[in-house]
């Protein structure tokens, strides 16, 4: 499932490397699919590069994605999918983040379209978002207990 | 309420409350607008109403069972969902249908594009007070789903696609009743360009209305037709084909205008599309062959099979009583929706239940664009551009 990141010929990978070395800390293929996994404090630098530099060009943020690995630590994680409409390829960003801290720096001011995602997140995972315009719920009541899509968060009756 | 300077002086906002229950909200959408008299100053949509924790509900169930689950999203779309959802989990277990049941697929989910597009021309022409196309509208909508009961026994909550093919063999006949519809369907779109496209209101209330920029539409994450309105040609079918669409010829209808009209006549457009991408499907379509994936463990044995060989019925016991269990990752995906880009990420963790199932709803991220389309125009205007992004809001609160 993990390949060795070094023999990896996926030029996005490349291309961050040369951006910054430590920016990459795992690449996973699986299924034809990339995923990059980013250190928590390279997430916005490396989503303002992968934007702009024209030969990548993701301009599209089409998902973000929480998904709660309770009880293993690092708990959450973050998934970035990204579209290039120019060149036709896909990648994914994944951020691990801890459950002492679970703050993420907010990509809102690169693809203003991860507002309501990251405002999504914060809601049923209770993960933060430094430097969101607006961190608020979103689909459920404002005074609701509880992040529901955490794993410690019963899916029938009372909790 | 904040007090704004205009050409007679200075005057106070006032805010309006839209919704929830607004005939014109699509359901329970609702929208804080702030007013300068009759233009919008600030747009806020507020939605939540109909969340019902479908992610949360899919963490429950087995992979076969979260089927149900994404009928509920886009119910206009039923099958475009099931599309999706069974091509993750497909992708996820590394399976592939065989090309009947492709075919079978591709010709469905055109299918309901034309039937959401339908009710899309028809309840945005109800709202800008042309209630006879409605009626016009369903009627054929009507004629798709009466094909979707023949082939699944149900009009809406279709459930037809299965992880590694379609749940039955469709039945005899079923295939002339899709070739009637397509005889009769181009005369009837052009009885609802008589009625719209040059309709002296329909243009007033739709032309230069709701206008947005390539640049801010990729930006907001905006796909679909409201994305391709504005000059782009991203569409998932073409730029990353699944389900067999790369063998099929079809052109992507795209304006560069960005207004509500454009959208209005990219939907059209996209109908005759669909006509084309249907019959090509049926002329492919061969006449024999298996409509499951040969995939013992996964996909239920033949009935047949179950009562001679015990390995059949053992399966079978343990798909409905235990599921199936594909290995650990994650996968991601997409497929063009009659809103723009759904996609589905599924997570496993070896075990027979889904370990996340985030669903990517393009009506949620469309709806993002909103207060961009409509501040700074009028009222009215809101009830044009909420109806021209198309939003259900079954897949926006989930």
Same mark, same amino acid.
């Given at each position: ?159 | ?34 007013? @300068? ?33 994404? @009928? ?103 295939? @002339? ?79 560069? @205008? ?141």
């Amino acid at each position: 499932m993990t390949e060795k990141a070094d023999v990896d010929p996926n030029p996005i990978v490349t291309k961050l490397r040369d951006w910054e070395p430590r920016a990459v800390a795992e690449v996973i293929a699986f299924r034809g699919e990339t995923t990059i996994v980013i250190p928590r404090e390279f997430l916005r630098g490396a989503a303002e590069y992968l934007a702009v530099a024209p030969e990548l060009d993701f301009k599209l943020l089409s998902d973000i994605t929480g998904v709660d690995r309770f009880p293993v630590e690092p708990r959450f994680e973050l998934n970035y999918h990204l579209v290039s409409i120019t060149h036709g390829v896909r990648v994914r960003l994944r951020v691990r983040v801890p459950e002492i801290d679970p703050v993420a720096e907010s990509v809102t001011p690169v693809w203003p379209t991860a507002n309501w995602h990251e405002r999504e997140i914060f809601d049923l995972f209770g993960v933060r978002f430094e430097g969101h315009p607006d961190l608020t719920r979103i689909l459920l009541p404002d005074n609701w207990e509880g992040y529901p899509l955490r794993k410690d968060y019963p899916t029938e009756g009372s909790r | 309420m904040t007090t704004v300077r205009t050409a007679v002086g200075e005057s106070k906002t006032m805010i309006l409350n839209m919704g929830p229950q607004h005939p014109s909200t699509h359901g329970v959408l609702r929208v804080v607008l702030e007013l @300068d008299g009759e233009t919008v100053v600030k747009a806020r949509p507020d939605i939540g109403y109909l969340h019902t924790g479908i992610e949360k509900s899919g963490e429950a169930l087995t992979y076969s069972q979260a089927i149900t689950l994404t @009928d509920r999203l886009d119910y206009l779309a039923p099958l475009s969902n099931n599309l999706c959802y069974c091509l993750a989990v497909e992708k996820l277990l590394a399976i592939e249908p065989p090309p009947r049941a492709k075919y079978v697929r591709v010709l469905l989910t055109e299918l309901t594009r034309i039937a959401s597009h339908l009710v899309w021309v028809g309840s945005h022409a109800i709202d800008l007070g042309a209630m006879s196309v409605f009626l016009y509208c369903f009627r054929e909508r009507e004629e798709i789903l009466n094909i979707f009961e023949m082939v699944s026994g149900q009009r809406m909550m279709t459930s037809y696609f299965r992880i590694g093919g379609l749940a039955l063999e469709p039945p005899p006949g079923w295939l @002339d009743r899709v070739d009637h519809f397509l005889r009769i369907f181009p005369s009837r779109l052009a009885e609802y360009e008589n009625l719209l496209t040059e309709n002296r209101i329909w243009l007033a209330r739709t032309k230069g209305v709701g206008v947005i920029s390539a640049e801010n539409a990729i930006a907001l994450g905006v796909t679909g037709p409201v994305l391709r309105s504005t000059g782009v040609a991203y569409d998932v079918r073409r730029a990353f084909p699944y389900s067999g669409y790369e063998e099929f010829q079809f052109d992507i209808p795209t304006s560069t @205008d960005g207004d509500c009209y454009a959208r209005y006549l990219l939907r059209v457009a996209e109908m005759r599309e669909s006509v084309k991408i249907v019959r090509q499907a049926m002329e492919k379509l061969p006449a024999e062959g298996p409509i499951k994936a040969d995939a013992p463990g996964i996909v239920p044995p033949q009935r047949e099979k179950m009562k001679t060989e015990m390995e059949a019925l053992i399966y079978h016991f343990k798909i409905f009583t235990e599921g199936f269990a594909p290995p650990p990752g994650e996968v991601y995906q997409a497929i063009e929706s009659p809103r723009g880009e759904l996609g589905f990420f599924v997570a496993s963790d070896g075990s027979p239940k889904p370990y996340r199932m985030k669903v990517r709803a393009p009506s949620f991220v469309n709806l993002q664009a909103l207060p961009m389309l409509v501040e700074g125009r009028l009222l009215a205007d809101v009830v044009a551009c909420i109806g021209t992004i198309d939003i259900i809001l079954g897949e926006v609160d989930r």
